[in-house]
């Protein structure tokens, strides 16, 4: 039985479902990259075509670990597209809120008494 214990740090959504492409100042292989640079166990990516593994592959070919000028690059290429929150609706909306669409699940209210 191992003595200590390892956190395994899972990093999704580096490209906020497809949110922060939308914005046009990176590219799928720069979100990638900047998620594999960050301090986790692994990073997982959705692939729902054929074009997209071929995408995560190259990624992955292609990745050096980045230095504090390359993440300062691509955080200076997506600040101004990141300051309203347009492109992450997750954070700025309720459309990924299944409670605010399913009240009923929070159940009835205590009655006073």
């Avoid at 300062?72 to 809120?97: H, V, Y």
């Amino acid at each position: 039985m191992p003595t200590s214990r390892r956190d395994c740090v899972l990093g999704m959504k580096s490209m906020a479902e497809g949110h922060i492409l939308k914005s046009q100042t990176v590219s799928p292989t720069e979100c990638l990259h900047y998620a594999m640079n960050l301090p986790t166990s692994v990073v997982i990516t959705g692939i729902d075509s054929e074009k997209v593994l071929d995408q995560a592959l190259a990624a992955v070919k292609t990745f050096k670990p980045m230095g504090k000028e390359e993440v300062a690059a691509i955080l200076n290429k997506t600040r101004e597209a990141a300051a309203k929150g347009q492109f992450e609706p997750f954070k700025t909306s309720d459309m990924f809120d299944s409670t605010a669409e399913n009240p009923q699940w929070l159940g009835q209210s205590p009655s006073p008494g």
